[in-house]
């Protein structure tokens, strides 16, 4: 079983909409939850991370952990054709990073 | 800062050939990685470093060796490329080993033919 699995997509939105990323894990004791933001050729971007369970919030992006179901979840508000690219959880065990394969955004003007 | 820096951007090799590949930081950080991104498989780790003189194998290290001998930089070099390693490599820096936050580079585009 690998430590945390993505949906590949590709997921197609309007300009404006709510828009919800989502991964699993695999083991609870993981603490350390991302998601960073990769634009096409370039390398991924931290945009946010969380510590143990709850939510965070930066700006149009929310971050949530479940961890009772080992869910992680990105939501992004007010979709911007600028949030095309492809979106990859993360889990930090404390010395290594495990990514999942990552999600396909495209955001429709 | 230049943050993260990685050469070459490309490179073409034959089947066994060896090559190392760059990789620079100047924000005097602690802990380096090496992963690579294939369609379909994401990053996989290859290797990582928690500070100059220390190394440890990630999930796919298989075909590759790294060495840290200062902060600063971490080369990953392949021993005797393989079609199986095309690929694009990114490395990675973030402060310490205790922290989530990494940094990476803009990545190299190896194709072994």
């Known amino acids: 079983q690998k430590e945390v699995e993505q949906d590949p997509g590709p997921l197609s939105v309007p300009e404006g909409a709510i828009v919800s990323l989502n991964c699993t894990y695999s083991n609870s004791a993981f603490q350390y939850f991302m998601w960073y933001r990769q634009y096409s050729r370039k390398g991924p971007e931290l945009l946010m991370y969380?510590?143990?369970?709850g939510n965070k919030e930066d700006g149009r992006f929310t971050a949530q952990v479940d961890k009772s179901s080992k869910y992680i979840s990105l939501f992004i508000r007010d979709s911007q054709p600028s949030d095309s690219a492809t979106y990859l959880c993360?889990?930090?065990?404390?010395?290594?990073?495990?990514f999942g394969t990552g999600t396909s955004l495209t955001v429709i003007p | 800062n230049a943050g993260v820096t990685q050469t070459p951007k490309f490179q073409v090799l034959k089947t066994g050939q060896s090559m190392t590949l760059q990789c620079a930081q100047d924000m005097n950080h602690e802990y380096m990685s090496w992963y690579r991104q294939d369609p379909g498989m994401g990053l996989r780790l290859i290797h990582y470093s928690v500070g100059a003189g220390i190394t440890d194998q990630g999930e796919v290290p298989n075909g590759y060796n790294v060495s840290r001998s200062t902060t600063e930089d971490f080369p990953l070099r392949l021993l005797s490329a393989a079609p199986s390693q095309t690929s694009v490599y990114f490395c990675?820096?973030?402060?310490?080993?205790?922290?989530?936050?990494?940094?990476f580079g803009p990545g190299t585009r190896l194709t072994v033919l």
């Open positions: 990675a820096s973030s402060y310490s080993g205790g922290t989530p936050e990494q940094f």
């Open positions: 993360a889990i930090f065990t404390g010395n290594q990073f495990y």
């Open positions: 969380t510590y143990s369970s």
